[in-house]
């Protein structure tokens, strides 16, 4: 298992530019198996949760490809209409073929996912919808077996707005028969990135990126031809390690405006972030002021950025409430900045960071990917050095982090 090795306490200097959004490129490729043909997506980045969607596109007959950034696709014979344990244990969001697979094939078997890190992270919102829309369910050996000769139209009104259901059901309802309205739908930019992707194949969808969606279901669509808009977590990280340094970075190809809550606290905690089109020149300040988040569905602090953000907390002055309201354990890095000399107690759904002068070097470990960003940052803050464990979990999300952050001048090395 390879590690991370990083020497703290240098400013980073220079210029980053951020990958394709993970987190909009995973429905976009599922999006694929709506449409049969060759479908061409850019701007993909290169991490272990894509190729683990490829491979499980793969596994249901299609052709898969990646090279550099783009991704290849080749969906004219779909053999089977599984999703395995396998795939849907290394990545959760193999669950996003459940709906295009419904609607295509009209039949499809997707392990249930179990719990994860982070949380329960259940899928009844993803099933409770696809049933309004006709489609019926068992659960066998762990797998949830749905079919649907025809998916219907029908208003779903979500209790809680789910990303990926969101997705899921923006989807299957692209072919549905009639119009399907998703009420207190995810706002996320990511939804609106597959909706965009899913007009460009000839869906008829109005409203993405407000809680209100209405999907008027069409007979075909067309394959994709489609860019991936920039990872807005992967700009938040950055952002952070460049205030947590006291540096000066100048991060390119990045969508400002879909990061504008987490920029705004950034501000208020008195990182000097300039922003202009795709770029974006943030000052690391000589004093952090502490300032209190609550993590919240988009337009909201996104809890893709809760640790990342209590990383730069533990160094500020004075004491800052930290409240996860999405997911019900995503305070793993806790222990873990504590051994750094972190100050933080946890009560329920909030943590209370008092910031200290500095942070120490420690032998950490990663417990998922957002918590992994959380203990590089801390440790390029740290004196001495950080080794953290477990970093696979980056490799899920971060694109060449360490060669992203050498170019900046950390002292990061990976130990094979
Ligand atoms: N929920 C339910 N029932 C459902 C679906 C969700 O109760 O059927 C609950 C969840 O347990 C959670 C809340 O609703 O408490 C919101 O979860 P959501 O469904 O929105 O999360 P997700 O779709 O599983 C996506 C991202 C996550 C990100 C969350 C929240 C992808 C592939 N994953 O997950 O990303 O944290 O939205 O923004 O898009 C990450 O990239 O590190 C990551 C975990």
Same mark, same amino acid.
């Given at each position: 298992?390879?590690?991370?090795?990083?020497?703290?306490?240098?400013?980073?200097?220079?210029?980053?530019? *951020?990958?394709?959004?993970?987190?909009?490129?995973?429905? *976009?490729?599922?999006?694929?198996?709506?449409?049969?043909?060759?479908?061409?997506?850019?701007?993909?980045?290169?991490?272990?949760?894509?190729?683990?969607?490829?491979?499980?596109?793969?596994?249901?007959?299609?052709?898969?490809?990646?090279?550099?950034?783009?991704? &290849?696709?080749?969906?004219?014979?779909?053999?089977?209409?599984?999703?395995?344990?396998?795939?849907?244990?290394?990545?959760?969001?193999? $669950?996003?073929?459940?709906?295009?697979?419904?609607?295509?094939?009209?039949?499809?078997?997707?392990?249930?996912?179990?719990?994860?890190?982070?949380?329960?992270?259940?899928?009844?919102?993803?099933?409770?919808?696809?049933?309004?829309?006709?489609?019926?369910?068992?659960?066998?050996?762990?797998? =949830?077996? #749905?079919?649907?000769?025809?998916?219907?139209?029908?208003?779903?009104?979500?209790?809680?707005?789910?990303?990926?259901?969101?997705?899921?059901?923006?989807?299957?309802?692209?072919?549905?028969?009639?119009?399907?309205?998703?009420?207190?739908?995810?706002?996320?930019?990511?939804?609106? @990135?597959?909706?965009?992707?899913?007009?460009?194949?000839?869906?008829?969808?109005?409203?993405?990126?407000?809680?209100?969606?209405?999907?008027?279901?069409?007979?075909?669509?067309?394959?994709?031809?489609?860019?991936?808009?920039?990872?807005?977590?992967?700009?938040?990280?950055? =952002?952070?390690?460049?205030? =947590?340094?006291?540096?000066?970075?100048? =991060?390119?190809?990045?969508?400002?405006?879909?990061?504008?809550?987490?920029?705004?606290?950034?501000?208020? #905690?008195?990182?000097?972030?300039?922003?202009?089109?795709?770029?974006?020149?943030?000052?690391?300040? @000589?004093?952090?002021?502490?300032?209190? &988040?609550?993590?919240?569905?988009?337009?909201?602090?996104?809890?893709?950025?809760?640790?990342?953000?209590?990383?730069?907390?533990?160094?500020?002055?004075?004491?800052?409430?930290?409240?996860?309201?999405?997911?019900?354990?995503?305070?793993?890095? $806790?222990?873990?900045?504590?051994?750094?000399?972190?100050?933080?107690? *946890?009560?329920?759904?909030?943590?209370?960071?008092?910031?200290?002068?500095?942070?120490?070097?420690?032998?950490?470990?990663?417990?998922?990917?957002?918590?992994?960003?959380?203990?590089?940052?801390?440790?390029?803050?740290?004196?001495?050095?950080?080794?953290? @464990?477990?970093?696979?979990?980056?490799?899920?999300?971060?694109?060449?982090?360490?060669?992203?952050?050498?170019?900046?001048?950390?002292?990061?090395?990976?130990?094979?």
């Amino acid at each position: 298992m390879d590690k991370l090795a990083i020497h703290g306490g240098v400013r980073l200097k220079g210029e980053v530019t *951020v990958s394709g959004a993970k987190n909009a490129a995973l429905p *976009v490729m599922a999006a694929s198996i709506l449409a049969p043909g060759e479908h061409n997506i850019y701007n993909i980045p290169d991490l272990r949760d894509i190729t683990t969607m490829g491979k499980l596109l793969a596994h249901l007959g299609m052709g898969y490809h990646q090279e550099n950034e783009e991704v &290849i696709l080749q969906s004219n014979n779909i053999s089977s209409i599984e999703a395995p344990y396998d795939f849907v244990k290394t990545m959760r969001a193999s $669950v996003l073929v459940l709906g295009p697979l419904l609607a295509r094939m009209g039949e499809t078997k997707v392990s249930l996912p179990g719990g994860c890190a982070i949380g329960a992270r259940p899928i009844n919102l993803h099933i409770m919808g696809l049933e309004k829309m006709g489609a019926t369910f068992t659960l066998t050996d762990g797998y =949830i077996h #749905a079919k649907a000769k025809k998916l219907r139209g029908a208003t779903i009104c979500f209790d809680i707005p789910t990303v990926t259901g969101t997705e899921n059901l923006m989807m299957a309802a692209t072919l549905a028969d009639g119009l399907t309205v998703l009420e207190n739908a995810a706002c996320e930019p990511e939804v609106m @990135d597959l909706a965009n992707a899913l007009i460009s194949m000839g869906a008829d969808i109005e409203g993405a990126g407000t809680n209100l969606i209405r999907i008027n279901g069409v007979t075909s669509l067309k394959p994709l031809n489609y860019r991936i808009v920039p990872d807005r977590i992967e700009t938040g990280t950055f =952002i952070t390690a460049a205030a =947590i340094t006291g540096g000066e970075i100048l =991060i390119n190809s990045c969508n400002p405006v879909h990061s504008d809550a987490f920029i705004n606290k950034m501000k208020d #905690a008195g990182v000097s972030i300039e922003a202009k089109d795709s770029q974006l020149l943030v000052k690391g300040p @000589d004093k952090i002021i502490a300032e209190d &988040i609550k993590t919240m569905p988009y337009p909201g602090f996104p809890t893709d950025m809760q640790a990342q953000f209590m990383a730069l907390m533990t160094i500020a002055e004075g004491s800052s409430l930290i409240t996860e309201s999405i997911f019900e354990n995503r305070f793993m890095h $806790v222990a873990e900045m504590r051994r750094m000399g972190a100050n933080i107690k *946890v009560e329920g759904s909030t943590a209370t960071v008092k910031g200290v002068k500095s942070l120490k070097g420690a032998q950490v470990m990663a417990t998922d990917l957002r918590a992994s960003a959380s203990l590089v940052l801390a440790g390029l803050a740290a004196g001495g050095e950080t080794v953290i @464990d477990r970093v696979y979990h980056i490799d899920r999300g971060y694109e060449r982090i360490e060669e992203k952050l050498k170019m900046l001048g950390a002292k990061i090395r990976r130990i094979r």
